[in-house]
């Protein structure tokens, strides 16, 4: 059985050892597509946790039942499912956030970081460790999209969530809401992250 330490060591890991997308660099599509408000990321990145934590549980309780050789089709009939399931879910409760997010929320199908989760874990572990895996990675990709839609929010308009955060004298950076946008402020936060586990390396050793 799980310790409590490893269960945490799972879920932790998601949230900067392997965070998506700044570290294991999957899950870019909807990074860089729909990160250009922090309402656009939230959204994505909750869609993308149910989906997630949905289909590495479903996977995780029938492991045994499902031949090895049909295994991929059979995740993503699953993925197609709960992602069906959630792309109605925001079309019928959030129409206007189901409308900026576009054909973003239907291609999670595709999305790598779901199916290889559900492949490298789900797929070979128990429930409980599986449910904290992909919580952590959801969460964690969650608030990567989070970080990257704020940022881009307050450069390209000044406000966040509709507040003024810079005054009058800020300039917008038009193109942080544009796609070019998207790659510089993902490049940064990549580099960011790199530096700061570099600096952790060398205070280590």
Not at 81 to 100: E, G, H, Q
Not at 168 to 195: C, H, K, R, T
Request: proline letters at 5%; glycine letters at 10%.
């Amino acid at each position: 059985m799980a310790t409590h330490n490893s269960l945490g060591h799972e879920f932790k890991k998601g949230l900067w050892a392997d965070i998506h997308p700044f570290r294991v660099l999957l899950g870019l599509c909807p990074a860089l597509a729909v990160t250009n408000s922090f309402v656009n990321g939230l959204a994505m990145g909750l869609a993308a946790l149910f989906v997630m934590v949905s289909a590495n549980v479903i996977v995780s309780v029938f492991r045994k039942l499902i031949v090895s050789e049909v295994r991929i089709p059979a995740y993503v009939v699953i993925i197609s499912s709960l992602v069906t399931i959630t792309d109605l879910f925001l079309a019928a409760m959030f129409p206007a956030i189901s409308k900026a997010l576009g054909p973003y929320i239907p291609l999670i199908i595709v999305n790598c970081m779901i199916l290889g989760r559900v492949e490298a874990f789900a797929a070979k572990n128990p429930v409980l460790p599986t449910v904290m895996d992909s919580l952590g990675i959801g969460v964690g990709f969650t608030i990567s999209l989070c970080i990257m839609g704020g940022l881009r929010e307050v450069l390209g308009f000044g406000s966040i969530m509709g507040f003024q955060v810079l005054g009058s004298w800020f300039e917008p950076w038009i193109i942080m809401i544009l796609p070019a946008g998207a790659f510089l402020v993902l490049g940064g936060l990549i580099a960011l992250v790199n530096y700061i586990n570099d600096k952790k390396a060398a205070k280590a050793s």
